[in-house]
């Protein structure tokens, strides 16, 4: 439901910020525009599974964790 993605959407958030990492490299890392990371980051938008999974990659972040699987 809603409360679940919002709490993904808050985790990967953090994740991002937490990184270190400008937009710019984890966009390039993901294949998206940076503008695509800001709205991940800021409005109620979702990466793609395939987008999500390489975000968690670059950021060395467990994807399980995320979607709190963990």
């Known amino acids: 439901g809603k409360a679940l993605m919002e709490e993904i959407q808050k985790k990967l958030r953090n994740a991002i910020k937490t990184s270190g990492k400008t937009y710019k490299e984890i966009a390039k890392a993901a294949s998206v525009t940076p503008s695509a990371i800001s709205n991940y980051m800021h409005r ?15 950021l060395d972040v467990s994807a399980d964790e995320i979607l709190g699987l963990k």
């Open 44 to 58: 109620d938008e979702y990466p793609s599974l395939d987008t999500f999974a390489r975000i968690c990659k670059f």
